[in-house]
Every structure is written in structure tokens, then in C-alpha cells.
């Protein structure tokens, strides 16, 4: 029980002395655990749950010794990442266009109680309207890039897959950004005729020269939009390793 004491009191001081983590830090603990850390004591650390109102109780030891995630330290930056699959009747190139507008729409539209964007950005919207930045464009630790990074991840089985993803200025931001992102992305995908198929489990049964031609009364639409956003533009961060 001595030993334990100790062990728990020396992580403290080295909590304090090296600031590995403080109060307000939103952490993920080895349990899958994820909140915000509420108090440090020489004994024990409470954190207390992101979205509820729970309280998780663990030695401080913990701190140092086990593999804890800080959502805090050092960089305010989270991905906000959402897939979605497309109908094979669309031209990528096109979709690509069109996850690029959803995500620069994103970037400029979402933003908190007190009008401040969610989305980290390399310049902040406002600017372009002769107003003070809201701080999205301040203190960037990392290139976030000159817009959203949208990724053609795959052939699936029913559709090809996609992957759009903007950066936010922390952990609790993402939820509400990737929400926004996909009521935009509906707008958008009804107005350029981007079709999110049904799972194909056995027999496709539509009838797809319909559909191609249905899909194609827009070509025109979705092209322009594709030399303006497509595949060739900067539309992300560096490459993910």
C-alpha cells in the first residue's frame, strides 16, 4: 500500500514539473475512457466524461505510466472525417468536385454560438469580407492545407467510396462539424444528381441505361463545377503517411 502511495505521489510531481497533462485537458484513457481531466490529486485524478456527467476515478500513477491520449497538448487540431459511397453511374472526377465545394461550404458556413468557425484554416473566411479573423487561421502548428482533402478510398461492392475531411479546432468541435457536413452534403449531392446507391446484396434489378442518362442531363453541371473544384486543383493537407 506504501509503494502504491509513493508511486502515485512521484507521478504527481512529475505531472506538475513537466505538465504532461493539466485540468481542462480532454484525454482517452486505456479503458476507451474519453473526457476531460477534472482534478489532479497526489492520490488519484478524476476525469470526467465528455458528454456525460460520469466521473472516472484512476491512481495518478496512471498519468505517466500507461499509454494515455491528450487531445490538448501541444496541437489544437482535430480531423473531422466522414465517408460516404457513390452510385458507379457518376464520374469520380465529378464527385470529387463536389465533396470539395461541400467541405470549402463546410469550412466557411459551421461555425459556434458566437460566430467563430469550427474549421482550422490556413486564411479565415471574414477576411474576405473586410472583418477581423475569428482566430481559425491563428497559431497553426501543422499545414492544414488551402482547403478540405477529399480521398477516392475504394471500389466497393455497390458503390465507390469516398472520404471527405476538413480539420477543427478540437476534439469536441468534430461532432458538430461532421453533422453540418453531411446536411450540406445532401443539399449538394440532389442538386449535381450524385446518387448514393442501395447496398446490392444478390440481383441488381434497376435499370441502369435509365439511370445513365438521368445522371447524364447534369454532365454539363457537374464538369464546370470539376474544372473549378476537380481532381489537378489543391484541395488538401500534405499526404497522410
Not at 448514393?196 to 434489378?205: A, D, E, G, M, S
Amino acid at each position: 500500500a506504501l509503494k502504491e502511495t509513493m508511486e502515485n505521489y512521484f507521478a504527481y510531481i512529475m505531472i506538475r514539473k513537466d505538465k504532461v497533462v493539466k485540468v481542462g485537458d480532454r484525454v482517452n484513457l486505456p479503458s476507451g475512457y474519453n473526457g476531460l481531466i477534472y482534478k489532479i490529486t497526489p492520490r488519484v485524478t478524476y476525469v470526467r466524461h465528455g458528454l456525460n456527467e460520469s466521473l472516472a476515478i484512476i491512481p495518478t500513477k496512471l498519468i505517466v505510466s500507461a499509454e494515455i491520449i491528450n487531445f490538448t497538448k501541444e496541437f489544437k487540431l482535430v480531423p473531422a472525417s466522414i465517408d460516404v459511397g457513390v452510385s458507379y453511374l457518376n464520374d469520380p472526377r465529378q464527385v470529387e468536385a463536389v465533396l470539395i465545394k461541400i467541405g470549402k461550404r463546410a469550412m466557411n458556413e459551421v461555425k459556434d454560438g458566437v460566430g467563430h468557425h469550427l474549421a482550422r484554416q490556413k486564411r479565415c473566411p471574414y477576411l474576405d469580407e473586410h472583418k477581423e479573423s475569428c482566430g481559425c487561421d491563428k497559431e497553426l502548428n501543422v499545414d492544414v492545407g488551402d482547403g478540405p482533402t477529399v480521398r477516392f478510398n475504394n471500389f466497393s461492392d455497390s458503390s465507390l467510396a469516398f472520404g471527405l475531411r476538413v480539420f477543427v479546432r478540437d476534439y469536441g468541435s468534430q461532432f458538430r462539424m461532421k453533422s453540418d457536413m453531411r446536411a450540406i452534403m445532401y443539399e449538394e449531392f440532389k442538386k449535381y444528381d450524385i446518387r448514393i446507391p442501395w447496398p446490392i446484396r444478390t440481383v441488381y434489378q434497376g435499370d441502369e441505361k435509365r439511370e445513365a442518362k438521368e445522371i447524364g442531363q447534369l454532365d454539363e453541371k457537374r464538369d464546370k463545377l470539376a474544372d473549378k473544384y476537380g481532381i489537378g486543383k489543391e484541395s488538401g493537407a500534405a499526404e497522410e503517411e
